[in-house]
């Protein structure tokens, strides 16, 4: 059969279909409702980037790795040592503080003061070495991880909405109402705040600077474990699982890389915006319109959305 | 002192020469009086690491009975992996090791298609024959390579039979067609496989959806073949992105037959998929193998022969390295006991039909690399230990 006759019509059905209008609302709300069970996983992410950003200067490119070690830390738990769901998602919030600390105290604070492409080549290392230490502790393999929510998908008219993104969704709701109350109303949370905007002034207040790093360090070392968790159950555990954070990467900055609601919102805009695309437009477009979104927003307004204009005084 | 300088000279000319003299006239790179060399080169710390220690561990297991019972010709198989984390340069600098300083006589069992491609210009200059790539690829045996004999059926064929075997087996009546592929080489061959078959059955093939290695999301893909009202489809796709579909597909309360090529009938893949593989209206795999237990007799001995060497239980990529293994041994014993590299390729081109009892019927001839091109064809069911995969039709090639 001549191939090149079949490459050729395909050619022009291929883009036939890329540029027919499509007026399917169901897929298009199913898309939206998928796509923003993702976007909050992309967001957890992002703001794990922004919190230790904003308080350290540091870009921490580990952010999807410690995703991924909070995921296995809580997969051995229920795995191995068979403790119940729920203690398995504090346990697994302690352990991954307790690693976020260990982090700081032992490694990042010889590193405050170094240039900044040193730490950025440092949390590269990091992340490389994360993922080797958890290939040659779990394995390669991919494993499947038990989800707190089953059953049937609930049916809203003609769109099906499954459990396990219902879940995703409100545990990131819930996490952003309890990391607002925190930064809000506790004096930790608000010691901070007052770090990430000036540290020396915050230092000549009395604050604990070098208590600060580790907390957020912590924050957002326990930020990524409830990421992993809810990645999952979906997606599976598997040592690479960790790569997600090159599509969080954008979302942070999509944001205004240093704003916590932009992190959020930027990582529902990202993933939203692919499902559709990934739809409605071109099937592959999906995997490169993050950053394309990223483009086109840095040319318009290059601090990102939420971001703030901001000078350094010397 | 003139004389002195020319008797060194002598002295050093002879023994240059008499360096090649005591060597054995017919003796080749690899090959002693008791052993030859083999080098294999798999993931064995990267995605697919799973596979590349099956294929690996299934070989060497068949090359241990083999050296139990006395080798080929008296000589034993040395069997020397070489881990490449699937990457193509880290597999080819693993080649020119293998060939440079491990001095093996041939390269049997490279996993991945780009790997075996990166590497086999090093591999001609060298001389150095490689022996069934552990891939599916078109592009291994057409055009057909001097130096390279595959058995497996490409994706072209897999795709073409796949589409045979819901139309004449199914009995699906004009299906509307979608295909779902990994965006690489492979995915494509399949793609290009399904458009072939589409064009030959009439059918309509509504959905192209295609995915970039690394996706973990697959809502738009689903969507988008679901929106198009397919109900069969055709999926090239490794371990976890079919468990991610399928899952999708019930998210969506979506119920195609789904058919799948190969590197997909693992029984990991109904692991992570759990129940979503007997959601739709059928699930089935091109499988390369004859699944062990339609029971054959070099499944018997596969299975009697594994719990001596291993103390895992066997699983589908052990079966395939063993079913290659029992090829490179049966082209060993073909080149004879005066072994070259290049007799031991005029052994592989006498194959005509040879029956591994793991493959399809192998052929190899001078114009000919690919091997066979008949699959199986595999279906999931539900076990005490888990689901798993079993055979649910004999050998059959492509109709068309």
């Known amino acids: ?314 | 002192m003139k004389v002195k300088r020319c008797a060194f000279c002598w002295v050093t000319a002879i023994a240059f020469v008499s360096m090649f003299a005591v060597l054995p006239a017919f003796a080749e790179i690899g090959v002693t009086d008791t052993e030859i060399k083999i080098g294999g080169i798999v993931d064995l710390s990267g995605p697919i690491a799973f596979m590349g220690k099956g294929v690996s561990g299934g070989a060497g297991t068949y090359f241990k009975m083999i050296n139990d019972e006395g080798g080929i010709d008296g000589r034993k198989i040395v069997y020397l992996v070489e881990d490449d984390s699937y990457s193509p340069p880290k597999a080819v600098a693993a080649a020119k090791k293998l060939i440079e300083r491990d001095k093996v006589f041939c390269i049997f069992m490279v996993l991945g298609s780009a790997q075996s491609l990166a590497m086999y210009p090093t591999l001609e200059r060298a001389g150095v024959p490689l022996i069934q790539p552990a891939t599916q690829n078109s592009r291994m045996a057409f055009p057909p390579k001097k130096y390279l004999f595959h058995a497996d059926p490409n994706y072209i064929v897999q795709a073409k039979i796949g589409v045979d075997y819901a139309i004449k087996e199914l009995k699906m009546k004009a299906p509307k067609v979608a295909v779902i592929y990994q965006d690489d080489e492979p995915g494509q061959d399949y793609l290009k496989g399904v458009r072939e078959a589409c064009e030959h059955y009439k059918l309509e093939l509504v959905a192209e959806a295609s995915y970039k290695r690394g996706t973990v999301d697959f809502s738009s893909q689903v969507a988008r073949m679901k929106s198009a009202g397919a109900d069969l489809v055709m999926m090239w796709t490794l371990i976890r992105e079919p468990a991610g579909i399928l899952k999708e597909a019930v998210k969506v309360q979506w119920k195609p037959v789904w058919i799948t090529a190969t590197p997909s009938t693992a029984d990991v893949v109904l692991k992570l998929a759990g129940d979503s593989a007997f959601y739709g209206k059928g699930y089935f795999g091109t499988g390369i193998l004859a699944y062990p237990w339609k029971m054959n007799p070099a499944a018997a001995r596969f299975m009697k022969v594994w719990p001596k060497y291993n103390k895992k239980p066997w699983g589908f990529y052990n079966w395939y390295g063993w079913g290659c293994a029992k090829i490179m041994v049966e082209g060993l014993k073909r080149a004879g006991r005066d072994l070259t590299r290049e007799g031991l390729i005029e052994a592989f081109e006498t194959f005509a039909n040879y029956k591994t009892d793991v493959f399809g019927p192998i052929t190899w001839r001078k114009d000919k690399r690919y091997g066979t091109q008949q699959t199986v064809i595999q279906a999931p069911i539900k076990g005490p230990a888990g689901s798993r995969w079993v055979q649910v039709g004999g050998f059959r090639g492509p109709s068309f």
């Open chain 1, 1 to 314: 059969m001549d191939t090149n006759y079949i490459r050729r019509r395909y050619l022009i059905a291929w883009i036939s279909d890329a540029i027919k209008p499509r007026r399917d609302i169901v897929m298009f709300w199913q898309l939206f409702t998928s796509g923003m069970a993702l976007g909050c996983v992309y967001a957890l992410i992002a703001l794990g980037f922004v919190l230790i950003y904003k308080a350290t200067e540091v870009i921490n490119f580990a952010q999807g790795e410690f995703m991924m070690v909070g995921a296995f830390v809580a997969f051995s738990l229920i795995h191995f040592a068979h403790v119940p769901f729920w203690i398995t998602v504090v346990l697994t919030l302690l352990i991954m503080a307790a690693f976020g600390v260990l982090l700081d105290r032992l490694v990042m604070r010889f590193l405050v003061g170094e240039p900044a492409f040193s730490l950025v080549m440092f949390t590269i290392g990091l992340a490389l070495f994360l993922r080797s230490v958890a290939g040659m502790i779990w394995s390669t393999d991919t494993f499947a991880f038990p989800s707190p929510v089953s059953g049937e998908a609930i049916q809203l008219g003609s769109v099906a909405i499954a459990p396990g993104d219902m879940l995703v969704v409100g545990a990131t709701a819930l996490l952003v109402l309890l990391l607002y109350l925190f930064f809000r109303f506790t004096n930790l949370g608000i010691a901070l705040q007052a770090t990430s905007q000036n540290q020396f002034a915050a230092y000549l207040m009395g604050i604990n600077v070098e208590g600060m790093f580790s907390v957020v360090w912590a924050l957002s070392a326990m930020v990524a474990a409830v990421a992993g968790i809810l990645l999952a159950p979906t997606l599976f555990l598997h040592k690479d699982m960790g790569f997600i954070g090159l599509k969080a990467f954008p979302a942070a900055v999509l944001g205004g890389f240093g704003s916590i609601p932009g992190a959020i919102v930027g990582g529902l805009i990202i993933g939203i915006s692919e499902n559709l695309a990934g739809g409605f437009l071109l099937p592959w477009v999906k995997d490169i319109f993050a950053y394309l979104v990223l483009i086109a927003v840095l040319i318009v307004r290059p601090e990102g959305l939420f971001g703030i204009h901001e000078k350094k005084k010397v």
